[in-house]
């Protein structure tokens, strides 16, 4: 391997080029791509080409290769990002940060799990249980998210359908003592409403798929994914991830997590809460909205918890204040189904917020003494939810690339007076760019 990787094709380092143009930019991507060189670099950027295949360049050979090693000293690689942030952390006691965008299905979302698998690989082996303990905590919650916050969209079988940035707290000596995970703009109308050739959130697929007969009798559900009007859309899609497999590594995870039994049953609650609220219907008798299959209500009130008569007043009344006084005022026909909708999606991104805040509750850094262990540094990693053009764009995909566009020009200018200041300290001479 060591001896494949020693050759390289075109420029490994896009600076290298003696001109720069579009064609010849994609010209040198494209024979390192077809190489099966996915990485080039840009200076201290690395451009990564998804090969929507399995490669053999991430193992543990590859992991030493690349450790303690300077940027440029070997071929480019995810693994070279990784170990420089680590290492300006550790010499500097600085925070790093790695930032990953790029288009929808360009591979954002792996390249995260790498980077941490890397870090947790390359921090130094301890006979501390504590250490190892985060280590697995933080590979564990990857799952879990992924579980919950993406789903099989056109580009990608496991596109994040949310923004996350994981905060890895290190200690003096550079071991891992815990993290923090920031989530941004879950894309919660996934839950009622899909596009052609695309699946909603995994977890319901994984629920209805490998989910025990008990556990499906408890819930009501049957394993049929075509009976549930929110999903039925993308039940006969082909899609590289085994739901059933996946549903009981996702437990497991949970469990090594600390989400206790109740918990996790409660989130299969919810899951089914919202499958069996997308096939309510309404009909309307006069003026009078009514619920047609009133034993699907029964079963939600089960569910929630609650009375049968409060989910019916829920989804057929609004609460209006008028001055000093309140009145229940009944929807129409189209109120009642928007409402129905409302309420799926809003138990939903109640429920991933709370996974997400149960995770922190459990990989957050505790009884960190600053006087007795030295300065606590952070290694963020940032991945966000890819741009899309649709010839329908929701809303939430107009925020979800305003967010990419924004992002990147952030990047830009840091890179740009990054650049101008190494410029002037050295003297060269060059043309100023202004900066926004």
């Not at 490669?55 to 690689?77: A, S, V, W």
């Not at 890895?168 to 703009?185: A, R, S, T, V």
Request: proline share 2%.
């Amino acid at each position: 391997m060591a001896e494949q990787e020693s050759l390289e094709f075109g420029k490994a380092d896009f600076v290298l080029m003696d001109t720069v143009s579009m064609p010849e930019f994609m010209a040198n991507l494209r024979l390192r791509f077809e190489k099966g060189r996915i990485y080039t670099f840009i200076g201290e950027v690395v451009v990564s080409v998804n090969p929507y295949k399995l490669l053999n360049i991430y193992g543990r050979d590859t992991i030493e290769q690349y450790k303690g090693r300077e940027l440029y000293e070997r071929p480019p690689h995810l693994f070279a990002i990784a170990d420089a942030a680590y290492k300006a952390m550790k010499r500097r006691s600085k925070d790093t940060c790695i930032v990953i965008s790029g288009e929808s299905g360009a591979g954002k979302t792996e390249a995260s799990k790498y980077i941490m698998q890397y870090i947790a690989a390359i921090t130094n082996p301890s006979q501390r249980a504590e250490v190892e303990r985060v280590k697995n905590m933080l590979l564990k919650s990857n799952c879990v998210l992924e579980a919950f916050g993406n789903a099989k969209t056109n580009r990608n079988d496991n596109s994040s359908r949310f923004g996350k940035y994981m905060d890895i707290n290190f200690d003096f000596k550079g071991d891992p003592i815990g993290g923090h995970i920031n989530n941004y703009l879950l894309e919660k109308s996934r839950v009622i409403v899909q596009q052609p050739g695309e699946r909603s959130f995994h977890s319901f697929y994984q629920l209805l798929q490998g989910g025990s007969e008990q556990l499906l009798r408890s819930l009501h559900l049957q394993k049929s994914l075509s009976s549930y009007n929110y999903i039925h859309v993308g039940a006969q899609l082909k899609c590289s991830i085994n739901d059933a497999a996946e549903f009981k590594v996702v437990a497991d995870a949970m469990k090594v997590i600390g989400f206790k039994p109740e918990e996790i049953q409660t989130a299969y609650k919810i899951l089914a809460t919202i499958l069996h609220l997308g096939n309510l219907k309404f009909v309307v008798d006069g003026d009078t909205p009514l619920i047609e299959n009133g034993k699907v209500v029964s079963i939600i009130a089960e569910l929630l918890s609650t009375k049968t008569d409060m989910v019916e007043k829920a989804l057929l009344y609004r609460t209006v204040a008028t001055g000093r006084d309140i009145i229940d005022k009944q929807h129409t026909e189209q109120e009642a189904s928007y409402g129905r909708d409302a309420f799926a999606k809003a138990i939903y991104e109640r429920l991933f917020c709370w996974i997400v805040t149960r995770i922190n509750d459990i990989i957050e850094v505790k009884n960190y003494d600053t006087t007795v262990h030295g300065k606590n540094t952070v290694i963020g990693v940032l991945d966000i939810y890819g741009f899309e053009i649709f010839d329908n764009n929701s809303f939430e995909q107009f925020c979800i690339n305003y967010c990419n566009e924004k992002l990147q020009q952030l990047f830009i200018q840091l890179v740009l007076k990054q650049e101008q200041e190494e410029y002037q300290r050295e003297g060269i001479p060059w043309k100023h760019v202004g900066l926004l």
